[in-house]
């Protein structure tokens, strides 16, 4: 039922910057506010952006959120060793009345 | 501060039943909506259900839609998954979630493995 399309990786050097697109429709990212999360290796999801743009408290400002029209993304600058990690968008579909979580993006640290 | 512990998860037979549970502290589980996550391990995140705080309605996604069921009690602080009829497809890691705003998942339970098998 995922319709949330995101690319399967990404990588860069450390200190360098990633985006991440999150590519929906009308019903889903057009229609509702985007999240995303970040699961290291091992450990439960963790949230990282929610309402297109918005850090909850204790993330840094490293990790950032957008959105236009169908499609959001997610950019991490400053890249650590640390941030490797899967990482998933998520929305609400208005039509089909279910949260959807896109496919997940690998980030590695070169 | 703000916990999610699940428990009940095992290994079961296919066709058969179990209920998940979902303790939560640091909040009151019924003013919030409240999600069922599963990941198949080495695949990606599935949102199950949502059972939401302002009218207890609940949402499903069609792969479990007539075969799970989520509920809550308020006197307990804990949600369930009650589940049905299971496959070996729904052998997975099974978190629950609050739901901090209606369209974001902010706190999360450690998972139990739920393993279909005969």
């Known amino acids: 039922q995922s319709v949330l399309t995101q690319p399967p990786s990404v990588s860069a050097a450390p200190g360098q910057k990633v985006t991440i697109s999150c590519s929906g429709s009308?019903?889903?990212?057009?229609?509702?506010?985007a999240s995303w999360y970040q699961q290291l290796p091992g450990t439960a999801p963790k949230l990282l952006v929610y309402d297109n743009k918005e850090r909850p408290s204790g993330i840094p400002d490293r990790f950032s959120g957008s959105k236009s029209g169908t499609s959001a993304t997610l950019g991490i600058t400053g890249l650590q060793t640390g941030d490797e990690a899967d990482y998933y968008c998520?929305?609400?579909?208005?039509?089909?009345?279910?949260?959807?979580f896109g496919t997940g993006t690998k980030v590695t640290v070169l | 501060e703000v916990q999610l512990l699940e428990s009940g998860g095992g290994l079961i037979q296919p066709g058969g039943s179990l209920r998940l549970s979902c303790a939560a502290s640091?909040?009151?589980?019924?003013?919030?909506?409240m999600s069922w996550v599963r990941q198949v391990p080495g695949k990606g995140l599935e949102w199950l259900s949502v059972l939401r705080d302002s009218d207890a309605k609940t949402y499903y996604a069609d792969s479990v839609k007539g075969r799970f069921t989520t509920s809550r009690d308020s006197s307990k602080n804990t949600l369930y998954l009650q589940m049905n009829s299971l496959r070996a497809d729904d052998t997975a890691v099974y978190y629950c979630?609050?739901?901090?705003?209606?369209?974001?998942?902010?706190?999360w339970g450690q998972g139990t493995l739920v393993t279909v098998s005969s």
């Open positions: 998520a929305a609400w579909d208005t039509r089909l009345s279910v949260f959807l």
């Open positions: 979630a609050k739901d901090s705003t209606g369209a974001a998942l902010d706190y």
């Open positions: 640091g909040f009151t589980l019924s003013k919030y909506p």
């Open positions: 009308s019903s889903n990212i057009g229609d509702n506010y």
